[in-house]
Every structure is written in C-alpha cells, then in structure tokens.
C-alpha cells in the first residue's frame, strides 16, 4: 500500500520557520515528480511548491518565492519544504502530492496521483 505522511506542522508565530518532512512508503518515488500544495480555509487546494525527480528544478507559488524552499532525498524516499518568514497567511492544511507518470515537475494537480493526508500548518500574528 502506497502511503505518503507529511510531518512538521504546528502552530508558530509570524516570522518563524518550521520544516515539513513527507515520507513515502509502498514504492519509491525517486523517479517521479513530486510537489506540496496547501489549502486554506474556505478556500480551494493550491500549489506551493513542485520539484522534479532529480531535485535540479524547482517550482515556487509567487506568494512563497524566496521563502520556502522544496527538496528532496531520493535515498531516504523524503519530500522536504523549508519555511520561513512564515505569515498568517500561510496558514492552512499542507499536503504533499507524487506525480506516478511524471518525471519533470508539474504544476497540474490532476497529475498528482498519490496524496498524503495533510498537516495543519497555523501561523499567529
């Protein structure tokens, strides 16, 4: 059974960092594309960041750019996302998301084939 569990959210104050860690299990991703979306309260499912299977390129939402920064261990099976400067508006649920026919990144959510459960990220000012 393929699984992919994000980690690392929780509550910090506007200005702070937290890492969010997604380990996949079941099969190993090291080949495809892979990326983390985020979702807001009341508001629709967007990407923030997308990276490709060998880690060389990048994609960042303009709202993050400069900000978060995306990686990944293909030995360790581990997708990554760096926060900082976090504000109140980063605030949501943050999903990471495996792209099965994909190699290159992809910012088309349809692609994204496997999901993990998400993890609360809330930032206080």
């Known amino acids: 059974q393929v699984q992919l569990v994000e980690s690392g959210g929780g509550l910090v104050q506007a200005g702070g960092s937290l890492r969010l860690s997604c380990a996949a299990s079941?099969?190993?991703?090291?080949?495809?594309?892979m990326g983390w979306f985020r979702q807001a309260p009341g508001k629709a499912r967007e990407i923030v960041a997308a990276?490709?299977?060998?880690?060389?390129?990048?994609y960042y939402a303009d709202s993050v750019k400069g900000r978060f920064t995306i990686s990944r261990d293909n030995a360790k099976n581990t997708l990554y996302l760096q926060m900082n400067s976090l504000t109140p508006n980063d605030t949501g649920v943050y999903y990471c998301?495996?792209?099965?026919?994909?190699?290159?990144?992809?910012?088309?959510?349809?692609?994204?084939?496997?999901w993990g459960q998400g993890t609360q990220v809330t930032v206080s000012s």
């Open positions: 990276i490709s299977w060998t880690g060389y390129s990048t």
């Open positions: 079941g099969r190993t991703f090291s080949s495809n594309a």
């Open positions: 998301a495996a792209a099965r026919l994909r190699a290159a990144l992809t910012l088309i959510r349809d692609e994204y084939d496997y």
